[in-house]
């Protein structure tokens, strides 16, 4: 039987093995994305013919550990109704959530009555723009945005007859219905069709005992999948300079090919490059003091809209996606990050691993 070590070794070999994509980027090279953690891919993502391996999170490391960092309460930010709940203690930050859509029904969370699904057109009227989200999912998936305009009721910008929302509306199970947020103008003159957010990473420093901005990135949507902005579905991204707030060039995902950075949007033609997002410093504070009050959270992207007035937040995940801060630039260049990754590293897959590890509810 092989060593523990040596067994540990194989299976990530193999992991990365399996989930690379076919590049062509020769034999020499692959094996030595595999041997230093990363897919093949990654070598063309971070241009790893020329950048250093070593400064970047491994692709073993963000797909098969930083998912579990949170250890049981990553439960929390899965679940859009625990979340919710979770960040209703920051109602200033947060916009209002209605209820849930269930078995036929929106029940009204903290109160005992619900509202049947043929009273969801007069609800709308009231409140002229509603989001549907699922409970659970990602990457925009099951998203729907509701808006009665001029009479009209739109569903994802497509006009459609009231018979029909209730016919659809019937098979949604499992839906949080809360208030739309209007964007502030500068995102909207970006790309006007979606609702376009900024993902800021905060992680927590066990030596000063207080959470810390990472990275962070905007992600603007396209015509091609509007009214949502997912960087995994064909939208862009653009990284944000931390201590200032003003955009790089945005690039949309790449994935057997390098990353295609502009200046511009690319169906609107807007400038991106060099737009500093209004705000910035209070977003920061804020989310800040979100992430030093849920500190036991180690690990949080948090998705966010900036508005007129500041943020609001939309949700917080659980083990972000760490290819859309690194195609910008690699995490490890800061000091304060290597040392986080590398401490709970150690934690999940060093000798006393298994006796650290929580078990989650649920399959990451």
Not at 137 to 150: H, M, T, V
Not at 233 to 261: C, D, M, N
């Given at each position: 039987?092989?060593?523990?070590?040596?067994?540990?070794?194989?299976?990530?070999?193999?992991?990365?093995?399996?989930?690379?994509?076919?590049?062509?980027?020769?034999?020499?090279?692959?094996?030595?994305?595999?041997?230093?953690?990363?897919?093949?891919?990654?070598?063309?993502?971070?241009?790893?013919?020329?950048?250093?391996?070593?400064?970047?999170?491994?692709?073993?490391?963000?797909?098969?550990?930083?998912?579990?960092?949170?250890?049981?309460?990553?439960?929390?930010?899965?679940?859009?109704?625990?979340?919710?709940?979770?960040?209703?203690?920051?109602?200033?930050?947060?916009?209002?959530?209605?209820?849930?859509?269930?078995?036929?029904?929106?029940?009204?969370?903290?109160?005992?009555?619900?509202?049947?699904?043929?009273?969801?057109?007069?609800?709308?009227?009231?409140?002229?723009?509603?989001?549907?989200?699922p409970l659970t999912g990602n990457q925009g998936e099951g998203f729907y945005?509701?808006?009665?305009?001029?009479?009209?009721?739109?569903?994802?910008?497509?006009?459609?007859?009231?018979?029909?929302?209730?016919?659809?509306?019937?098979?949604?199970?499992?839906?949080?219905?809360?208030?739309?947020?209007?964007?502030?103008?500068?995102?909207?003159?970006?790309?006007?069709?979606?609702?376009?957010?900024?993902?800021?990473?905060?992680?927590?420093?066990?030596?000063?005992?207080?959470?810390?901005?990472?990275?962070?990135?905007?992600?603007?949507?396209?015509?091609?999948?509007?009214?949502?902005?997912?960087?995994?579905?064909?939208?862009?991204?653009?990284?944000?300079?931390?201590?200032?707030?003003?955009?790089?060039?945005?690039?949309?995902?790449?994935?057997?090919?390098?990353?295609?950075?502009?200046?511009?949007?690319p169906d609107t033609g807007e400038r991106i490059e060099g737009v500093i997002?209004?705000?910035?410093?209070?977003?920061?504070?804020?989310?800040?003091?979100?992430?030093?009050?849920?500190?036991?959270?180690?690990?949080?992207?948090?998705?966010?809209?900036?508005?007129?007035?500041?943020?609001?937040?939309?949700?917080?995940?659980?083990?972000?996606?760490?290819?859309?801060?690194?195609?910008?630039?690699?995490?490890?260049?800061?000091?304060?990050?290597?040392?986080?990754?590398?401490?709970?590293?150690?934690?999940?897959?060093?000798?006393?691993?298994?006796?650290?590890?929580?078990?989650?509810?649920?399959?990451?």
């Amino acid at each position: 039987m092989l060593p523990r070590a040596l067994r540990r070794r194989y299976q990530t070999l193999r992991f990365l093995r399996q989930r690379s994509e076919p590049v062509s980027i020769g034999l020499r090279n692959q094996w030595k994305m595999w041997r230093n953690g990363f897919f093949s891919q990654s070598y063309l993502v971070y241009r790893l013919d020329k950048n250093d391996p070593a400064d970047y999170v491994t692709d073993d490391v963000q797909f098969r550990l930083a998912m579990l960092i949170n250890g049981y309460y990553a439960v929390a930010l899965y679940d859009k109704l625990y979340q919710t709940l979770l960040l209703g203690c920051f109602p200033e930050c947060v916009p209002p959530t209605h209820g849930l859509l269930r078995d036929g029904r929106l029940s009204f969370l903290g109160r005992s009555d619900s509202l049947p699904v043929a009273g969801l057109p007069d609800f709308l009227c009231c409140r002229r723009r509603l989001v549907l989200r699922p409970l659970t999912g990602n990457q925009g998936e099951g998203f729907y945005f509701l808006e009665q305009r001029d009479g009209a009721i739109l569903l994802n910008s497509r006009e459609i007859t009231e018979p029909e929302l209730l016919r659809r509306a019937a098979s949604w199970q499992d839906y949080l219905v809360t208030d739309f947020i209007d964007q502030h103008p500068y995102s909207a003159r970006i790309f006007p069709g979606s609702t376009n957010t900024v993902r800021i990473l905060t992680l927590w420093d066990d030596e000063t005992q207080e959470p810390f901005v990472a990275a962070a990135v905007h992600r603007f949507g396209t015509e091609a999948i509007a009214p949502i902005d997912s960087w995994s579905r064909g939208g862009v991204a653009a990284g944000i300079h931390i201590e200032t707030g003003r955009l790089r060039q945005a690039t949309p995902k790449p994935l057997r090919e390098k990353p295609s950075f502009r200046s511009c949007h690319p169906d609107t033609g807007e400038r991106i490059e060099g737009v500093i997002i209004p705000h910035w410093e209070t977003i920061k504070r804020e989310v800040l003091r979100m992430a030093a009050a849920l500190h036991f959270i180690p690990y949080i992207g948090w998705d966010i809209v900036v508005t007129e007035k500041g943020l609001q937040v939309i949700e917080a995940n659980n083990g972000p996606g760490l290819i859309l801060f690194q195609v910008h630039e690699p995490l490890l260049l800061r000091p304060r990050v290597r040392r986080f990754f590398e401490k709970h590293v150690e934690r999940l897959s060093g000798p006393r691993a298994e006796k650290r590890q929580y078990k989650l509810p649920f399959k990451v």
